[in-house]
């Protein structure tokens, strides 16, 4: 009876440690999360189809290069894909100069009116999808988010590759996460910056991406605003402290400082319209020509065709007709003799012939 017990309760034992394990695991598997996971993701398939087009660029209009290159570089940057695959570009080391760095950098509206006193932005949300990855990707204040251990968290799906978790560091204010910056370009935007592989149309990439931003409703002042990424809000968005994100503004006084998808949207359905526009005038050059070819097969088929064919070649030499028609009177009436002609008989009667045969 005892080792009966005993053997009971090791089973239950043992069905209670597994249920544990299994509540473990599904509550692990559960609170995992990888923030802005969605939005790098779409940003990094706009890029790689983007430099794709631009290795090709000489067969494109001037006008989707210069929308290209907005989306690469920057409206203002240099054009050096393989500069920009080897390292942060220094002019971050300005950027990390200004006081509210990450927040100017990232998401405040250019300061075309000069509302911000003498704040001379370098880089701002929507300068090229580099710039936007390195807001959108790098780690925050005290290393946010990853630095919440309470969860398995993960940033642009990257983790130790981007440094804020084992030391506690990000950018957020004027000189702080220089290091991060760096491993974040080095992690995620090289990645980015290679031609894409998989056939997407630039089309395609842009529909997700477009998808993947909100209409922000507290920019009124600033017109319409679009959030990128988490926790955007407030004067200040995206600077950093529990908001890592992108806050994109279209209504600035210049084209220059419009975020880049703005113009390479434009560019797009500008292409779309011509592609269609093609495809439409090639189906009706197409159907034209299968009605020609269908009425002079129509045409040939028809029997009054014959007639007209037959009279044309029966008339086409009025000389050749006479001389046939003297022929056949040639042929028709027998050869006259000298008789007819003359009166006189070429063969005179045989009767002495037949004289001496009666003799005989």
């Known amino acids: 009876m005892f080792i009966s017990d005993n053997k009971e309760g090791k089973v239950r034992m043992k069905v209670v440690l597994l249920l544990m394990m299994v509540i473990g695991i599904c509550s692990s598997s559960g609170s995992e999360k990888n923030h802005n996971g969605a939005e790098h993701q779409a940003l990094c398939d706009v890029l790689k189809v983007a430099v794709g087009k631009w290795e090709k660029r000489n067969d494109l209009s001037e006008t989707l290069r210069k929308a290209l290159k907005h989306t690469i570089f920057g409206s203002n940057g240099d054009e050096d894909l393989e500069g920009l695959r080897h ?3 220094k002019v971050y080391d300005d950027v990390l100069k200004q006081p509210g760095s990450r927040s100017f950098a990232c998401g405040i509206v250019h300061n075309d009116k000069g509302a911000y006193g003498s704040i001379n932005q370098v880089r701002w949300s929507g300068y090229s999808v580099p710039h936007d990855l390195v807001c959108l990707c790098t780690t925050g204040d005290g ?34 996460g220089e290091k991060q910056m ?34 922000n409703h507290n920019g009124d002042e600033h017109g319409n605003r679009y959030l990128l990424g988490e926790d955007g809000s407030g004067s200040y968005p995206c600077g950093g402290k529990k908001q890592v994100c992108v806050m994109y503004y279209n209504e600035t006084k210049t084209t220059q400082h419009k975020p880049w998808w703005v113009g390479l949207k434009n560019e797009i359905n500008k292409e779309e319209y ?19 070819q269908h009425h002079l097969q129509e045409k040939d088929k028809s029997p009054n065709n014959v007639a007209p064919r037959t009279a044309a070649l029966t008339s086409s030499n009025p000389e050749k007709q006479e001389a046939e028609q003297d022929n056949t009177k040639n042929i028709s009436t027998p050869i006259a003799t000298t008789e007819e002609t003359s009166g006189t008989l070429l063969i005179q009667p045989c009767s002495w012939l037949l004289s001496a045969l009666l003799l005989i």
């Open 143 to 176: 290393g946010w988010p990853l630095n919440d251990s309470s969860v398995a968290t993960t940033l642009c799906g990257k983790k130790n590759e981007l440094g804020g978790d084992s030391e506690r560091e990000g950018w957020s204010g004027q000189q702080t």
């Open 182 to 215: 760096e491993s974040t370009w080095k992690a995620v935007i090289n990645e980015c910056l290679k031609e894409d592989e998989t056939g997407k149309s630039l089309q395609k990439a842009m529909d997700v991406f477009t998808k993947t931003f909100k209409l």
């Open 274 to 292: 011509k592609k269609q526009q093609k495809k439409h005038e090639d189906e009706v050059k197409h159907k034209k020509e299968r009605q020609n």
């Open 87 to 89: 390292a942060l570009p």
